[in-house]
């Protein structure tokens, strides 16, 4: 089963609105992290926000927020004021064994979404 | 402060050789992972380095392996390449990759086999 399951293979929004990633995850382990990464063309993976399991407030980063809903295991990304430079795909990742260790480095990806703003 | 540094950003190998990327870990991270990704199977796991000794190995067969030196720089070696190996192979560093720690990405080796 997938472990990260990002539904939207493309978005698009107008520069200046707001827009949401979608991203549900599914473990049985009750220590994980989720990530939220973004690609540009370039290749390189451009870390946006980090959710703990056992955070009691949703993330924010600036013009990023995560909108975690533990129970339904959704962890959406919320780009407010979208600009063109946003344009890039975006990634949610998760990594189990938070407080044990047990999945040193590992993360696992979702397939991504195509974002792209329009002027 | 500098980034994580991977080289070479481009390689063209043939079928059958041996290729050896290197990945520059940001000053103080002891931690590095490499991922595979490709448009068919997205971002794979390969394993993570901590203070030279291998961790965590995702499911990739032998001839994919890796090593950390003492001042945290690793490399990744494929021997006997197939088509299927052409790939973005990321390294990540971290201080720790436990708990909260963050992951900084380099921008990858681009790798075709032909």
């Not at chain 1, 999945?103 to 696992?108: H, I, R």
């Amino acid at each position: 089963a997938q472990k990260i399951t990002q539904t939207q293979p493309g978005m698009f929004v107008q520069e200046k609105e707001a827009v949401t990633l979608d991203c549900t995850y599914d473990t049985s382990d009750p220590s994980y992290g989720l990530f939220w990464y973004k690609q540009p063309s370039s290749g390189e993976m451009i870390f946006l926000i980090y959710q703990g399991s056992y955070d009691q407030q949703n993330a924010t980063e600036g013009r990023y927020s995560l909108n975690f809903q533990k129970a339904r295991k959704s962890a959406n990304l919320v780009i407010s004021a979208s600009q063109l430079g946003d344009s890039a795909m975006y990634f949610c990742a998760m990594r189990e064994g938070v407080s044990g260790g047990t999945s040193y480095g590992k993360l696992t990806f979702g397939q991504g979404t195509i974002l792209t703003v329009h002027p | 402060k500098a980034g994580v540094t991977q080289t070479p950003r481009y390689l063209i190998k043939t079928r059958g050789q041996q290729v050896t990327l290197s990945c520059s870990p940001i000053s103080g991270h002891r931690s590095v992972s490499w991922y595979q990704q490709t448009p068919g199977q997205g971002l794979q796991f390969l394993f993570e380095y901590f203070s030279e000794t291998q961790r965590n190995k995702g499911n990739f067969p032998g001839r994919f392996s890796g090593r950390q030196f003492s001042n945290s720089r690793s490399e990744m070696n494929v021997s006997t390449l197939e088509l299927g190996d052409s790939a973005l192979y990321l390294c990540a560093s971290s201080l720790a990759a436990t708990g909260r720690s963050g992951y900084t990405f380099g921008s990858g080796t681009r790798l075709t086999v032909v």
